[in-house]
């Protein structure tokens, strides 16, 4: 084993796992929510209010807040425990949920920024051609903001990767089991072991950095 992962091996694999993950997730939500937000729709301010609350709350206060609303007691955690037997905290679902809420307004403010600018008048050009809102969303939207779709993933996903508030809240930090790459450069340094807390620290930013450019070059279509 290279002596880039024998201080945490396991800690990369579960960063990389929840990434791809919620790479899935926010290119989904992302889009829809900025496509949604850019609508004059009912409640738009509250729903625009709960996509960006991870941009101005603490994120230890928001994972405290999520560990008493799905814990084993809490008011969708309690329900879940006791009809379906399913604990979501100090699991892996938790390391994803806490990612996803972290980096969503990273990729919901810049995909809703770019419909509300450029795509605006191709948008009432598809709806003049007859178009319905689906087909104009793929066949219109995307295309044209795809490099702030590109832009929002590589913030939403390196939010994700260095994210600890949440997932320390959420996920419990237990190891080898919920202690992504992040906590793993916490707890070398909580034990004193600067030495594997800097490989950890370079090996995450050399992950960001790839995935940086990765997605880069996809958003514009290289």
Same mark, same amino acid.
């Given at each position: 084993?290279? &002596?880039?992962?024998?201080?945490? &091996? ?31 729709? &009912? ?10 609350? &991870? ?21 969708? +955690? ?73 832009? +929002? ?51 995450? +930013? ?17």
């Amino acid at each position: 084993m290279t &002596p880039w992962l024998d201080c945490s &091996p396991a800690a990369l694999l579960l960063s990389l796992h929840v990434a791809g993950v919620v790479l899935v997730l926010f290119l989904i939500a992302g889009i829809a929510l900025g496509y949604t937000l850019s609508r004059p729709i &009912p409640l738009r301010g509250l729903l625009d209010a709960l996509v960006s609350v &991870p941009l101005v709350f603490p994120p230890i206060a928001i994972g405290f807040l999520l560990l008493m609303l799905f814990g084993r007691h809490g008011a969708i +955690g309690g329900p879940l425990h006791d009809w379906l037997g399913w604990n979501l905290v100090f699991s892996f679902p938790a390391l994803v949920l806490a990612a996803f809420i972290a980096g969503l307004p990273l990729v919901v403010k810049p995909i809703q920024s770019a419909i509300e600018g450029s795509a605006r008048e191709l948008i009432e050009v598809s709806y003049t051609l007859g178009k319905g809102r689906l087909a104009t969303l793929f066949l219109v939207v995307i295309p044209v903001i795809r490099r702030h779709i590109a832009a +929002g993933l590589i913030l939403g996903v390196g939010r994700s990767f260095g994210e600890v508030g949440i997932t320390l809240m959420l996920g419990g930090n237990i190891l080898g089991s919920t202690e992504t790459l992040s906590l793993a450069i916490y707890n070398q340094v909580l034990d004193g072991d600067f030495e594997c807390a800097t490989r950890l620290s370079l090996l995450l +930013g050399l992950v960001s950095l790839t995935l940086f450019f990765w997605l880069g070059r996809l958003g514009r279509g290289r």
